[in-house]
């Protein structure tokens, strides 16, 4: 069984009460149910770390190289300004999924620059909750584990790596 490590940035422990208008009044709890359960279905162990300290992250994706076939990454605000984080994602040799509850291009300004997305597969954007399943059923199709429909491999380009 292929294992996906679920990572989640800064202040996402307070999803549910910190500004449900925009984050939904579902818990990080909730989410990472429905992750663990999409994973199940598909035949994978969804794994989940969350911190609010960036080097703690580094270490998570740090020691995630040769453990975990896939990272699905909520950055949170570390999404727009930690290039710690790029570099920690590039230098990980698997999918990598980026993900947001909500949509960062219809936000502020700053936050329409991601600094994960050039080291990422994919991004995940505005679909509030429904963005955890569907962020594991990419990765399950990326590794091509999640049967018929999977398949279109790992790779990312070299100079984005």
């Known amino acids: 069984m292929s294992r996906v490590l679920l990572l989640s940035g800064p202040n996402l422990g307070l999803l549910g009460q910190r500004q449900p208008e925009i984050y939904g009044d579902e818990t990080l709890a909730?989410?990472?149910?429905?992750?663990?359960?999409?994973g199940r279905r598909l035949g994978l162990e969804v794994d989940h770390f969350q911190s609010d300290d960036e080097a703690r992250l580094l270490a998570a994706v740090h020691d995630a190289r040769g453990n975990a076939a896939a990272l699905v990454v909520n950055a949170g605000a570390l999404t727009h300004t930690s290039w710690s984080l790029h570099d920690a994602l590039a230098a990980f040799d698997?999918?990598?999924?980026?993900?947001?509850?909500?949509?960062?291009?219809?936000?502020e300004p700053f936050r329409h620059t991601s600094v994960v997305a050039p080291v990422a597969n994919g991004s995940i954007a505005g679909f509030g909750g429904l963005g955890y399943e569907l962020a594991i059923e990419a990765v399950a199709r990326l590794l091509d584990v999640g049967g018929p429909a999977g398949g279109r491999g790992t790779s990312r380009p070299e100079e984005e790596r």
């Open 30 to 38: 909730d989410h990472v149910r429905a992750a663990t359960e999409a």
């Open 94 to 107: 698997g999918v990598v999924v980026e993900l947001h509850l909500s949509n960062p291009a219809a936000r």
